[in-house]
């Protein structure tokens, strides 16, 4: 076998050209460069290849008989390659078993995975998710590795080739059981720093509800705290203690649990939630589809 390293793959495009062609200035216009350019490429190739491969005539520049036995051989060659680069393996979700890992949070579960794993049973029976817990450095190598698909949520730390697209923003709610005798719409901040609070403290990446708790003057130290969002709804179902977390948490918990909430009375910025992906899989058929799955069900419409 002839050894291909001494051949550049665009000297074997000009020369298909010529073949096409039989013109230097054809085929320097065709592939927007200069007729220098075109020439220089030529004598290149017959270096490379030990023949002169197009030879001038009244004519054109007509191929050698050994130009003629490359011709078939090469076109087809150029063609297959061609058409390997444009086209991308096929993902048929509805006869696919492949398992796709996706970091979120538990607010995250709580909110996606319902919603999620019926639209898989619907339309990619065989497909499983499975949500993993991971933020910052860890996500990262993850996603960089290939064993996490995709990632849920506002991991803002995240870079290196990671790429994302915004889903949707929301604000904060602040829950409390139905019956509360002091809790409502219309809330002062002075009330609303004398109530007892129900913290979380494993938030990430929602770890700035405390700062800006804080910051309004409500002591957490001195206040009860679970380690997860999970177990906040059935806490203060039965307890006269305000949570303040995520708002479509709330929308969620306040329906199932029978809880009502309020706009805290302090200043918090939107929370934005993202979807991200590695770059390495921009064009992956099994990503791309459950990317256009979440956005198409996620997704915040303008």
Not at 78 to 101: I, Y
Not at 214 to 225: M, R, T
Not at 282 to 291: C, E, H, I, P, V
């Amino acid at each position: 076998m002839a050894d291909l390293r001494g051949i550049d793959l665009n000297l074997l495009v000009v020369f298909q050209h010529l073949l096409e062609d039989a013109n230097l200035s054809a085929v320097a216009r065709r592939l927007g460069r200069t007729q220098p350019a075109i020439s220089n490429a030529l004598r290149r190739l017959r270096q490379t290849l030990g023949d002169e491969l197009f030879v001038r005539t009244p004519q054109g520049m007509l191929p050698t008989p050994y130009a003629q036995h490359l011709a078939g051989p090469l076109a087809e060659a150029l063609s297959l390659l061609a058409q390997s680069l444009d086209s991308r393996p096929d993902f048929d979700a509805g006869a696919s078993t492949r398992r796709f890992r996706i970091a979120m949070s538990d607010v995250g579960e709580i909110h996606f995975m319902p919603r999620l794993m019926n639209l898989c049973l619907r339309h990619a029976p065989g497909v499983r998710i499975e949500s993993v817990r991971l933020a910052g450095d860890a996500l990262q190598r993850e996603l960089d590795a290939g064993r996490v698909d995709l990632a849920l949520g506002p991991f803002s730390d995240l870079c290196g080739g990671v790429m994302q697209r915004l889903l949707f923003r929301q604000g904060y709610a602040t829950l409390f059981r139905t019956g509360h005798p002091r809790a409502g719409d219309g809330m002062s901040l002075k009330a609303f720093r004398a109530e007892r609070h129900l913290r979380v403290t494993h938030a990430a990446p929602y770890g700035q509800i405390d700062h800006w708790l804080e910051k309004a003057g409500v002591a957490l130290d001195n206040h009860f705290s679970v380690p997860h969002f999970t177990a906040v709804p059935y806490i203060v179902s039965g307890t006269d203690l305000l949570a303040t977390v995520p708002r479509r948490l709330a929308d969620d918990a306040a329906a199932r649990f029978g809880l009502q909430w309020l706009t805290p009375p302090l200043r918090m910025p939107a929370l934005q939630t993202y979807l991200y992906w590695h770059r390495r899989f921009q064009r992956d058929g099994g990503n791309q589809w459950l990317r256009e799955l979440i956005i198409g069900a996620f997704a915040q419409r303008a």
